[in-house]
């Protein structure tokens, strides 16, 4: 029987079993043939198809850049920012806006990156406000352009789109996505944009930025040498004869750059396990009416102690109270005992408005025969964990159950009330649920 090497196939094959390698696996293939450079050099072939399988179904490649810039450094692009799609929260409380939502939900649009600021509804349904407040995109000469909305009218794509090729900048921030680890990212404004010999069109993009369809993967003329040039010239100017001058008038315009800065720098830490698993099914994201009736968020993680829950709202502050914890992680399957089945049966469910109506009534049998297994909430977190939410008066005050349904979401409750809170799922296939733009 013949054997075949790799160069026996036709091209088309080639590109195709090419297409499943990292960037750094191609790389090295490239350096064992001469013959094989040129082929994974192939942008419109190789490269776009890697795109294309990896992102075609989230985003479309060919309108990135107008379509003009290379599909080779558009993949290195991509999958520096793929690590952004999901849930942040912010670290620490915003020094401008102390109302704003803590919660953002990076997604794929069809030529851009989008991130969106996430908060409950607060009429008592179960509705997620979705407000889109970040763009990050390519020009058509390659350069990455980051966009901040502070115009609070704008919340559509095409208001956005519109507002881009009018010019209206005054309704953006140029800003920077700098990443710092894996899980961690800092957005801060693009000072060098109200610098006037760095803008060069009106998304107050300067020379200096990333330019996907010249430069090196090393680069040339970054805005940080850029910027270290400056610095180094104004050092120069001012132990030179007329440098005072020249240093006033740098200090000048540093003073008139912080007066119109508009955003201040925020920092967002990644959610990674926002979706319970087989292993884990209580953890992730959820939401769920809560004692005041209103709509708040939850995320459920597991650690080495047990399994802890917070409201994302008070995520920032390390003094906050958790609203449940558990060290036994044990599911009790059913069925259960009459005492279970009392206990469950004498709580009552918290509904959104729309099912006020039902509140004080029994829950559905149908909800009844939906629920697969119990947990326990065996004691309060700060007799655990000391001075971490006070002194508790009543050991009881902790303790309660966990009701898991078939359908994966759960409820909890506590001895010392007769309310179930169900918490229901926030995100299906990597879209919000229930969610309305502003």
């Not at 925020?266 to 005041?292: A, M």
């Not at 917070?310 to 005492?339: D, K, M, Q, Y």
């Amino acid at each position: 029987m013949d054997s075949f090497s790799f160069s026996d196939f036709p091209e088309d094959i080639q590109l195709s079993i090419l297409s499943f390698l990292s960037p750094k696996e191609i790389a090295n293939f490239a350096c064992t043939s001469k013959r094989f450079v040129s082929l994974c050099n192939s942008d419109h072939k190789l490269w776009y198809t890697m795109c294309e399988r990896r992102w075609g179904t989230k985003t479309q490649i060919k309108k990135w850049g107008d379509g003009k810039i290379a599909f080779k450094l558009l993949y290195k692009t991509l999958n520096e920012w793929d690590n952004l799609i999901g849930f942040w929260r912010r670290s620490g409380q915003p020094a401008v806006n102390l109302s704003s939502p803590p919660l953002i939900f990076f997604e794929w649009g069809p030529w851009f990156l989008a991130g969106s600021r996430v908060s409950p509804s607060q009429n008592g349904t179960y509705n997620v406000l979705n407000s889109p407040f970040l763009w990050m995109s390519l020009s058509s000469n390659g350069e990455i352009v980051n966009l901040l909305e502070i115009n609070r009218e704008i919340k559509l794509w095409d208001d956005f789109v519109k507002c881009c090729q009018c010019g209206f900048v005054e309704d953006f921030v140029s800003v920077n996505v700098n990443f710092m680890g894996g899980c961690h990212v800092l957005v801060e404004e693009n000072y060098a944009s109200f610098y006037p010999e760095y803008r060069t069109d009106v998304f107050g993009r300067s020379p200096s930025s990333t330019n996907l369809n010249s430069r090196a993967d090393d680069g040339d003329g970054s805005s940080e040498e850029c910027l270290v040039t400056e610095m180094y010239t104004q050092l120069a100017n001012r132990i030179s004869p007329g440098g005072e001058r020249a240093w006033r008038r740098q200090r000048r315009k540093e003073k008139e750059r912080q007066g119109r800065r508009r955003w201040e720098p925020e920092h967002f830490v990644k959610i990674v396990n926002c979706s319970p698993t087989l292993t884990r099914p209580l953890q992730g994201l959820w939401k769920g009416i809560c004692d005041d009736v209103n709509l708040d968020f939850y995320l459920v993680a597991y650690d080495v102690g047990g399994i802890i829950c917070r409201r994302v709202g008070h995520l920032s502050s390390c003094s906050a109270a958790p609203v449940f914890w558990t060290s036994n992680t044990t599911l009790i399957e059913s069925p259960f005992s009459p005492e279970e089945e009392y206990l469950y049966n004498s709580h009552v469910h918290r509904h959104a408005l729309a099912q006020v109506n039902h509140i004080h009534s029994q829950c559905p049998s149908t909800k009844d025969e939906a629920v697969s297994h119990i947990m326990y909430i065996d004691s309060s977190y700060d007799l655990v964990i000391q001075d971490s939410a006070g002194a508790s008066a009543n050991p009881r005050q902790g303790e309660g159950r966990i009701w898991q349904y078939q359908d994966g979401t759960f409820g909890f409750g506590f001895f010392w009330d007769n309310f179930i809170i169900d918490l229901r799922h926030m995100v299906q296939d990597g879209f919000l649920l229930d969610a309305v733009e502003v």
